[in-house]
T-cell receptor, first 114, second 112 residues
Framework: GAGVSQSPSNKVTEKGKDVELRCDPISGHTALYWYRQSLGQGLEFLIYFQGNSAPDKSGLPSDRFSAERTGGSVSTLTIQRTQQEDSAVYLC????????????FGEGSWLTVV | AQSVTQLDSQVPVFEEAPVELRCNYSSSVSVYLFWYVQYPNQGLQLLLKYLSGSTLVKGINGFEAEFNKSQTSFHLRKPSVHISDTAEYFCALGGSNYKLTFGKGTLLTVNP
């Protein structure tokens, strides 16, 4: 597709359930990022994938959060045993090789934990 | 450590007025600076970026920003705003690694 595609666009889940958020980056982009946008918190870096290298998971807030990227393309962010404080917009982004630090964002997955 | 401060959380202006959204940064390494815009219920769209070279950077939708190393600033300006510019604007800092550090955003509201 033309841009970074994320699904679902909206998700309401009950506290304690697991959720999966999917990201399809721009074709040809080797780098993929997940950020979280919470009210009053701005954007927080979660995780970064670059090609076949080990991902940088330094931003994941707890061990309930995990992400994988299959075949160097699609990525899934999984949140286990969701809590109300996990409610946020989860933004995926990608960048091309030699992208000059420019990253392109998807429209986000809005997660509400009730 | 890197940080970005957007000095105004909200900026209301009238249509056709000029606007400046302020951004200051802190970094001990070479910097790359970005402004992103987020329209309601949408993702972030890149407005402009400074990587090197000319300190005055022009972006989309008539916006421009000036990199000022001595003041550690990267303020965003537009000489005449439209209703459609109403959105949240984020300043971001990139350094020697791939991560971007974002400011908390400035909500620009353009009133008729």
């Amino acid at each position: 597709g033309a841009g970074v595609s994320q699904s679902p666009s909206n998700k309401v889940t009950e506290k304690g359930k697991d959720v999966e958020l999917r990201c399809d980056p721009i074709s040809g982009h080797t780098a993929l990022y997940w950020y979280r946008q919470s009210l009053g918190q701005g954007l927080e870096f979660l995780i970064y994938f670059q090609g076949n290298s080990a991902p940088d998971k330094s931003g994941l807030p707890s061990d309930r959060f995990s992400a994988e990227r299959t075949g160097g393309s699609v990525s899934t962010l999984t949140i286990q045993r969701t809590q109300q404080e996990d409610s946020a917009v989860y933004l995926c982004a990608s960048s091309p090789p030699l992208g000059g630090h420019t990253i392109y964002f998807g429209e986000g997955s809005w997660l509400t934990v009730v | 450590a890197q940080s970005v401060t957007q000095l105004d959380s909200q900026v209301p202006v009238f249509e056709e007025a000029p606007v400046e959204l302020r951004c200051n940064y802190s970094s001990s390494v070479s910097v790359y600076l970005f402004w992103y815009v987020q329209y309601p219920n949408q993702g972030l769209q890149l407005l402009l970026k400074y990587l090197s070279g000319s300190t005055l950077v022009k972006g989309i939708n008539g916006f421009e920003a000036e990199f000022n190393k001595s003041q550690t600033s990267f303020h965003l300006r537009k000489p005449s705003v439209h209703i459609s510019d109403t959105a949240e604007y984020f300043c971001a800092l990139g350094g020697s690694n791939y991560k971007l550090t974002f400011g908390k955003g400035t909500l620009l509201t353009v009133n008729p």
